[in-house]
């Protein structure tokens, strides 16, 4: 007795000196358009990713920047509140006279000899005003209100002003 087996499983049949091939393997491959097609989808959707690549490095250039500019004023208010008020309000060289100051991308920074560095991005300018405090009727050398300026060398010179109070602590 003979087997029965699927049609898959059985050679092609012999039909005078053609072979006959079964239906079901006569289309195992793509067309060209398909081919085109699939590409061209492809491609729309790749450029799309492109695009928002460019958007993506250049928000993390921005936020490298705000993190480089808090450094470097979170580095001026502390050197403020640490000091002498004596030297902070009275003008000593020590202090006053290392500015304008600068920085570099890292906001570590950059030792000048009063040129602007080349590899300066941040450059801090000090100014000193008076400050009356609450209940006070006059400014009376308790404390100062010390504004410094940042300016961004490399983002069109813009502008960022800070401030800070310089207290007398008795030191």
Do not use: W
């Amino acid at each position: 007795m003979r087997a029965h087996l699927p049609p898959y499983c059985m050679p092609p049949r012999l039909s005078g000196s053609r072979i006959r091939v079964p239906a079901t393997s006569a289309r195992r491959g793509f067309s060209l358009v398909e081919v085109i097609v699939a590409l061209g989808v492809m491609s729309f959707a790749a450029s799309g990713l492109i695009g928002l690549l460019s958007v993506g490095v250049g928000l993390s250039r921005n936020f490298m920047n705000i993190t480089a500019e808090s450094q470097v004023v979170q580095a001026v208010s502390n050197e403020l509140q640490l000091m002498d008020y004596s030297a902070v309000v009275g003008g000593s060289a020590t202090f006053t006279g290392t500015f304008p100051r600068f920085y570099d991308e890292g906001g570590a920074f950059i030792q000048s000899g009063g040129n602007t560095p080349a590899n300066a991005f941040f450059k801090v300018n000090l100014q000193q005003q008076a400050c009356k405090l609450p209940g006070a009727t006059v400014a009376d050398g308790t404390a100062k209100t010390v504004i410094f300026e940042l300016v961004h060398l490399r983002n069109n010179g813009e502008i960022k002003t800070y401030c800070t109070l310089a207290v007398n602590n008795g030191r």
